[in-house]
Structures are given as structure tokens and as C-alpha cells.
């Protein structure tokens, strides 16, 4: 996994060690809801989530220059039927790091990496449709809206649907519009 620095960001491989710093905003009400996940009650939750992050090699760790802090994760996952040519964009950060661009910033980068490393032809994201701090990056980084779908997810241990609106940029689009994502 290659490491891949921006103006403030250094997107990293997780390490084990990360575990502490993830939990301190996993295990916050305002965070994993958010995203379709129930918080984390332990570090040793937190450390299992690494664990299984490690294993699938698609997820790096969101630090600020200079600190080597984990603040989030962003990362680009396989998706059951979407094939090796799609991949889906999820991030989380936390909260005392919002409204200051910096997920704007890791996303850019991930899609340059997505359309320029790989052999990617479409990158995918999406949010819950209250979810409005994340639609602003998801419109941001230049995605365009494809539908709202009803998805189930497991929060606090029951299944709950909720809507979600889904978007996607395709490699056309991205080599029409590559100044957007190399000027960050």
C-alpha cells in the first residue's frame, strides 16, 4: 500500500498501534452511526477493526503532517457485484477535525490514486441522506449523484434501512475534469 502525502495530510498504512487513537472517536455517538456502524465499546473493538482493515490492504490511516496521530480512515473497498473494475470510497474522521477541509483533501487524493495507480474505471460513495457534512465532500470531490437506494445496516445490534444517496465518478469523467483532483 502506498503512502500518499498531501498539503496537510499523510495517508498511511494502519498500524496496530492505531488502535488507541481510532477509539477515541469510534467510540463516539456522533461518529459510526454516521457512517452504518454501531461506536466501539473497547480499544480491543478498535484493535479488531485494524486487524480486519489490515487484511483487506485498502484502507490507510488519515494523519496530519507532521503528527502521527490517526485522526480517520479513508479507503477504497470491493464491493460484492460491482467487480474488480469498481470500488466504493468510505472515510470517517473525527469530529474535532470537521469543517476544515481535510477529508475533502484525503478523498481528492484517494481518487487520484484510484484512477491514476489502479486500474479503477469507477469509484462509488455514498451517505446517509441526513448525513449533509458528508454530501458536501462527496460533491466536493466532483461526484455525481446517481440514486437514492434503501440499504439495511446493523446499528446497536438491530437491523435498521436506511436511505442513502449514491454517486459515482467514472474514469471518463475524472480524465474530462483532472484539474479538480490534481490541484489538491
Given at each position: 500500500?502506498?503512502?500518499?502525502?498531501?498539503?496537510?495530510l499523510?495517508?498511511?498504512?494502519?498500524?496496530?498501534?492505531?488502535?488507541?487513537a481510532?477509539?477515541d472517536?469510534?467510540?463516539?455517538?456522533?461518529v459510526?452511526?454516521?457512517?452504518?456502524?454501531?461506536?466501539?465499546?473497547?480499544?480491543?473493538e478498535?484493535?479488531?477493526?485494524?486487524q480486519?482493515?489490515?487484511?483487506?490492504?485498502?484502507?490507510w490511516?488519515?494523519t496530519l503532517?507532521?503528527?502521527?496521530?490517526l485522526?480517520?480512515?479513508?479507503g477504497?473497498?470491493?464491493e460484492?457485484?460491482?467487480?474488480?473494475?469498481?470500488?466504493?470510497?468510505?472515510?470517517v474522521?473525527?469530529?474535532?477535525?470537521h469543517n476544515?477541509?481535510?477529508?475533502?483533501?484525503?478523498?481528492?487524493?484517494?481518487?487520484?490514486?484510484?484512477?491514476?495507480?489502479?486500474?479503477?474505471?469507477?469509484?462509488?460513495?455514498?451517505h446517509?441522506?441526513?448525513?449533509?457534512?458528508?454530501?458536501?465532500?462527496?460533491?466536493?470531490c466532483?461526484?455525481?449523484?446517481?440514486n437514492?437506494?434503501?440499504?439495511?445496516?446493523?446499528?446497536?445490534g438491530?437491523?435498521?434501512?436506511?436511505?442513502?444517496?449514491?454517486?459515482?465518478?467514472?474514469?471518463?469523467?475524472?480524465?474530462e475534469?483532472?484539474?479538480?483532483?490534481?490541484?489538491?
Amino acid at each position: 500500500m502506498d503512502r500518499i502525502v498531501t498539503k496537510r495530510l499523510v495517508l498511511r498504512p494502519l498500524v496496530l498501534e492505531d488502535a488507541k487513537a481510532m477509539y477515541d472517536y469510534a467510540k463516539l455517538d456522533e461518529v459510526g452511526p454516521k457512517a452504518g456502524w454501531t461506536p466501539h465499546k473497547t480499544v480491543e473493538e478498535s484493535l479488531h477493526v485494524i486487524q480486519n482493515m489490515l487484511h483487506s490492504n485498502e484502507v490507510w490511516g488519515i494523519t496530519l503532517k507532521g503528527e502521527d496521530t490517526l485522526i480517520g480512515t479513508i479507503g477504497l473497498h470491493a464491493e460484492g457485484d460491482l467487480g474488480a473494475e469498481t470500488k466504493s470510497l468510505g472515510y470517517v474522521l473525527h469530529p474535532k477535525y470537521h469543517n476544515q477541509g481535510l477529508m475533502t483533501e484525503a478523498a481528492l487524493a484517494i481518487i487520484l490514486y484510484g484512477f491514476e495507480q489502479t486500474d479503477l474505471q469507477t469509484i462509488r460513495c455514498g451517505h446517509f441522506i441526513e448525513n449533509h457534512p458528508s454530501k458536501r465532500v462527496i460533491e466536493k470531490c466532483g461526484f455525481v449523484f446517481q440514486n437514492e437506494a434503501i440499504k439495511e445496516f446493523k446499528l446497536f445490534g438491530i437491523a435498521v434501512n436506511m436511505r442513502v444517496a449514491e454517486y459515482e465518478i467514472t474514469k471518463t469523467m475524472y480524465k474530462e475534469n483532472q484539474l479538480l483532483w490534481q490541484q489538491h
